[in-house]
C-alpha cells in the first residue's frame, strides 16, 4: 500500500511562491494517477491540478492555470506543486490524492489515497 505525505506549506506574502511535495512510500509510485486538491475553511473540498503516471499529461483548476504548475519525478516517488504569484484566496489545507491506473480526473471521489494535508496561508 502506497503512503502519502505532503510538505512544503507554510506561511508566505500575497505575490509570493511555494513548493509543495507529495512523497510516496510503500511501492512504487510510477504506476500512480496523482491530484492536488485544496480544502479552505468553512468551504469543500475544491480540485486543483492533476497530472498523469508518467508526467506527459496535466490538467489544471481555472484559476489555477499560469499559476500552478504539477509535476513528477517518479525515480524519487515525488509528485510537486509549484505555486507562483499567490493571493490570500489561495489559503487553505492543500491535500495529495492517487489512484492506481487511472485516468487525470478532477473528481476527488476517485482518488483512493489520501495524504494528510499541509496549510498554506497567503497573507494580504
Known amino acids: 500500500q502506497v503512503q502519502l505525505v505532503e510538505s512544503g506549506g507554510g506561511l508566505v506574502q500575497a505575490g509570493g511562491s511555494l513548493r509543495l511535495s507529495c512523497a510516496a512510500s510503500g511501492r512504487t509510485f510510477s504506476s500512480y494517477t496523482v491530484g492536488w486538491f485544496r480544502q479552505a475553511p468553512g468551504k469543500g473540498r475544491e480540485f486543483v491540478a492533476a497530472?498523469?503516471?508518467?508526467?506527459?499529461?496535466?490538467a489544471y483548476a481555472d484559476s489555477m492555470k499560469g499559476r500552478f504548475t504539477i509535476s513528477r519525478d517518479n525515480a524519487k516517488n515525488t509528485v510537486y506543486l509549484q505555486m507562483s504569484s499567490l493571493k490570500p484566496e489561495d489559503t487553505a489545507v492543500y491535500y495529495c490524492?492517487?489512484?492506481?491506473?487511472?485516468?487525470?480526473?478532477?473528481?476527488?471521489?476517485?482518488?483512493?489515497?489520501w495524504g494528510q494535508g499541509t496549510q498554506v496561508t497567503v497573507s494580504s
Open positions: 490524492a492517487a489512484r492506481d491506473r487511472g485516468l487525470l480526473s478532477r473528481s476527488s471521489g476517485v482518488y483512493d489515497l
Open positions: 497530472v498523469s503516471w508518467n508526467g506527459i499529461s496535466t
